[in-house]
Nanobody
């Protein structure tokens, strides 16, 4: 069981930057993956950046070269640095941690990111 709290969302103009932070109540090293997903209004919740613990990092095509995910295992935090933001980046961003076996996902409450043109 884990609790996640996101922060850092807000309103930003296109071309600007935001840093999203996620604090996890448990040890993030105990999970198989950590990362961020985005949900647009009435749309699916799609992965943005996923870090497999002890493995690879994966980015969605639409954020490659602009977003960077990082982790601090000592502080149990996951950060998403978002640069060169576009209006289509607008949505609610959720932090999550995953177990693969058994398959379990834990989510934060989400933080709103709005990018104006």
């Amino acid at each position: 069981q884990a609790q996640l709290v996101e922060s850092g969302g807000g309103l930003v103009q296109a071309g600007g930057s935001l840093t999203l932070s996620c604090v996890v109540s448990g040890s993030i090293s105990s999970f198989n993956a950590v990362g961020w997903s985005r949900q647009t209004p009435n749309g699916p919740r799609d992965p943005v950046a996923t870090m497999v613990t002890g493995g690879s990092t994966f980015y969605a095509d639409f954020v490659k070269g602009r977003f960077t995910v990082s982790r601090d295992n000592a502080k149990n935090t996951v950060t998403l640095q978002m640069n060169n933001l576009k209006p289509e980046d607008t949505g609610v961003y959720y932090c999550n941690v995953q177990l693969f076996f058994p398959k379990v996902d834990y989510w934060g409450q989400g933080t709103q990111v709005t990018v104006s043109s």
